[in-house]
């Protein structure tokens, strides 16, 4: 197999979905950091590679691949254990549904080009930026607490694509001192999932750098 290279920011929630991935499904990769905190996604030699200029964008196969999802998608096409989505349709959609939740809905709104845009061009103080992010993730996440299964992960006994959406979106909620108690279902599934050594070895504080 050829050399599998991820270029991610260890912070990027949408990196650390693609290396919870990557490890569940057992494939072994490095890592090439591109750091958003000083514009490095925006260098000719980068958007070469990735013309939008974002994280992560994943080497594998002889392909370039981006956008988490898709990746997670082809991930899930080519390692099939285990398995990202249900083979039923119905079930399929509902996991899509809640990934996209995250993936579409919470995240793009709370990104670091965002987040720079208020601060910048739009001259927001840090109160309404932090006020902006919990927003937006207290709305996503009470609608995803609704559907959330009493027991077990949303994959049942195995994470699915909505899990590896979930823990790196709970990750930012601490960080931005996000109230939880609201949404019990989901930190107790997100706990879970972070005992997990495949999200456990993903997380930013493991591969900071």
Same mark, same amino acid.
């Given at each position: 197999?050829?050399?599998?290279?991820?270029?991610?920011?260890?912070?990027?929630? #949408?990196?650390?979905?693609?290396?919870?991935?990557?490890?569940?499904?057992?494939?072994?990769?490095?890592?090439?950091?591109?750091?958003?905190?000083?514009?490095?996604?925006?260098? +000719?030699?980068?958007?070469?590679?990735?013309?939008?200029?974002?994280?992560?964008?994943?080497?594998?196969?002889?392909?370039?691949?981006?956008?988490?999802?898709?990746?997670?998608?082809?991930?899930?096409?080519?390692?099939?254990?285990?398995?990202?989505?249900?083979?039923?349709? #119905?079930?399929?959609?509902?996991?899509?549904?809640?990934?996209?939740? &995250?993936?579409?809905?919470?995240?793009?709104?709370?990104?670091?080009?965002?987040?720079?845009?208020?601060?910048?061009?739009?001259?927001?103080?840090?109160?309404?930026?932090?006020?902006?992010?919990?927003?937006?993730?207290?709305?996503?996440?009470?609608?995803?607490?609704?559907?959330?299964? #009493?027991?077990?992960?949303?994959?049942?006994?195995?994470?699915?694509?909505?899990?590896?959406?979930?823990?790196?979106?709970?990750?930012?909620?601490?960080?931005?001192?996000?109230?939880?108690?609201?949404?019990?279902?989901?930190?107790?599934?997100?706990?879970?999932?972070?005992? &997990?050594?495949?999200?456990?070895?993903?997380?930013?504080? +493991?591969?900071?750098?």
């Amino acid at each position: 197999m050829n050399d599998v290279v991820l270029y991610d920011f260890w912070r990027s929630s #949408a990196s650390y979905r693609v290396r919870i991935a990557l490890n569940l499904k057992g494939v072994a990769y490095r890592r090439v950091p591109i750091d958003l905190t000083t514009g490095a996604q925006s260098a +000719a030699d980068y958007t070469a590679l990735n013309p939008q200029g974002l994280v992560p964008a994943l080497a594998i196969d002889g392909l370039l691949l981006t956008q988490s999802l898709a990746i997670i998608d082809y991930l899930d096409a080519q390692y099939k254990d285990p398995p990202m989505v249900s083979s039923d349709p #119905a079930a399929r959609s509902r996991t899509l549904a809640q990934a996209l939740l &995250i993936a579409a809905d919470i995240h793009p709104l709370n990104n670091l080009r965002v987040l720079h845009y208020l601060r910048g061009p739009l001259g927001q103080s840090e109160e309404a930026i932090n006020t902006w992010y919990r927003h937006w993730i207290t709305e996503g996440l009470a609608a995803l607490e609704q559907q959330a299964p #009493a027991e077990g992960l949303f994959g049942g006994t195995s994470p699915n694509m909505a899990d590896v959406c979930l823990v790196p979106q709970m990750a930012n909620a601490r960080r931005f001192d996000t109230p939880l108690d609201a949404y019990p279902k989901l930190v107790a599934i997100d706990a879970a999932l972070r005992a &997990i050594p495949a999200f456990a070895a993903a997380a930013p504080e +493991a591969v900071q750098s």
